[in-house]
């Protein structure tokens, strides 16, 4: 494969060496571009040494050959690591200073995978998150950076991923073959299983929903939940090797996202409401696998609520919040979609019926075509590393259960998906 592989001016241009090497090892045909920047973390020299090809960052170089037309013609797959603030702004305003912006430009449908790093201030800044939303919403997929120690004595989100992760994400996003046990370093409890025969879910896009929702009291506090986000993570990787493009929505989790699918953050319920209903306009799989509230606090105080000794201790007052599964499923049917919608259910059974009676009558509730259905209790699910799951199907087929860690669960529920889809348009 041919492969375009942008090197922005941060520190951790070094780790894009042992990057070019794996691909150049796995036998693609790489062409590194860096900005001028880059150039002063690493040399040209470098860069054409371990590539085997002559290296430049001015479209005023070989002019006769009209290089970032050609190579932005030629790629089957543009990576840029790291992804600077600066290059990640360029990207989002369509700026066209330099050889690989020009690329960039020139990219068409090739897929394009931006792995960004700088300090956690300038990641987090709206800025440098308005950018990366404008990328994805552009179908760039932006890796989320990892936490950790940073150039100085800081830490926090904006390093690197390390050069493995970014491999294996770009190549699943190419479509082409990873290699087998390579580590996801980013998403430690899913580590991708080698491609499914066929890659069943390829050309499809699978919206998740994953962690718990927190929904706010004051600028401090909020109402929230044990969800660990461990689950969605696994469905969301295991989506991702079954070759679909894979948006994650992602509310508080424990782990981080995996490597290659596009995450969406939401703090609240009605955060997620509003990004599931957008994200279901072009999704072919909605699975809701996240923890939602279901009631918030009736206001939420400005400022921090104080105990006093002249006023009554505060009441909280509820309020429901909507139930977002049940209008996805609405909406997709007023519109008619061809759309497979997927619940999770923790249940708990008692004197008047067991677990699996509670999720038949959800299940109803909900009208949607999978639930999957946890048995919860204390101790159970939240934050373990495996699970133990029910597939109730809306068609009345037999119950199907899955067990083992929450991986064997996560491919269990998307090989069960694949099925469904398989029923409703068959393979050509
Ligand atoms: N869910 C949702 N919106 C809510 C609450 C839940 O979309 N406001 C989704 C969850 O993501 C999950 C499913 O609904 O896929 C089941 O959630 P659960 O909390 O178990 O069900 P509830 O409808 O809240 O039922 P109950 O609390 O009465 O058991």
Same mark, same amino acid.
């Given at each position: 494969m041919r492969i375009v592989l942008g090197v922005g001016? /941060?520190?951790?241009?070094?780790k894009v060496a042992s990057l070019l090497r794996l691909f150049t090892e796995a036998g693609h045909d790489v062409t590194v571009i860096p900005t001028e920047a880059a150039t002063r973390f690493v040399g040209v020299a470098t860069w054409e040494a371990l590539s085997g090809h002559p290296v430049s960052?001015?479209?005023?170089?070989?002019?006769h050959t009209v290089n970032h037309v050609r190579l932005g013609h030629e790629a089957e797959l543009i990576v840029v690591a790291p992804a600077t603030a600066d290059l990640l702004s360029r990207a989002a305003t369509g700026q066209a200073n330099d050889l690989l912006s020009n690329t960039l430009l020139m990219a068409g449908d090739c897929p394009v995978l931006m792995a960004p790093a700088m300090h956690s201030e300038m990641w987090q800044h709206p800025a440098t998150q308005a950018n990366v939303e404008t990328l994805r919403s552009r179908g760039v997929t932006v890796l989320e950076p990892a936490s950790g120690r940073l150039t100085g004595s800081d830490s926090g989100p904006g390093r690197l991923p390390e050069p493995e992760a970014i491999f294996e994400a770009a190549l699943a996003l190419a479509g082409a073959p990873s290699v087998p046990n390579s580590p996801d370093i980013t998403a430690p409890d899913a580590a991708p299983s080698?491609?499914?025969? /066929?890659?069943?879910?390829? =050309?499809l896009t699978v919206t998740i929903s994953a962690g718990g929702t927190r929904e706010p009291l004051d600028p401090v506090r909020f109402l929230g939940n044990r969800s660990s986000g461990k689950q969605g993570v696994a469905l969301a990787a295991a989506a991702r090797d079954a070759g679909a493009r894979v948006r994650l929505l992602a509310g508080h989790m424990d782990v981080p996202p995996p490597a290659g699918v596009d995450v969406i953050r939401v703090e609240t319920a009605l955060e997620l409401r509003k990004a599931a209903l957008h994200a279901a306009a072009d999704s072919d799989v909605i699975i809701m696998a996240a923890a939602v509230a279901d009631f918030r606090p009736a206001d939420v105080a400005g400022t921090k609520i104080k105990k006093r000794d002249d006023v009554a201790d505060p009441v909280i007052t509820l309020v429901r919040n909507p139930d977002i599964l049940r209008e996805l499923v609405e909406v997709r049917d007023a519109a008619s979609r061809t759309q497979l919608v997927v619940g999770f259910a923790a249940e708990t059974g008692d004197a008047d019926g067991d677990v699996l009676d509670y999720a038949a009558a959800k299940l109803r509730r909900k009208a949607c075509d999978l639930l999957v259905v946890n048995h919860v209790g204390?101790?159970?699910?939240? =934050?373990?590393?495996t699970n133990s799951v029910v597939i109730l199907s809306r068609t009345g087929s037999e119950p199907q259960e899955a067990s083992g860690s929450k991986s064997d669960v996560a491919a269990a529920v998307i090989d069960r998906i694949s099925a469904e889809l398989s029923r409703v348009v068959p393979p050509a």
């Open positions: 001016g /941060g520190i951790a241009a070094y960052n001015s479209v005023f170089d070989d002019v080698p491609p499914a025969a /066929g890659r069943p879910l390829a =050309g204390q101790d159970k699910v939240f =934050g373990e590393d």
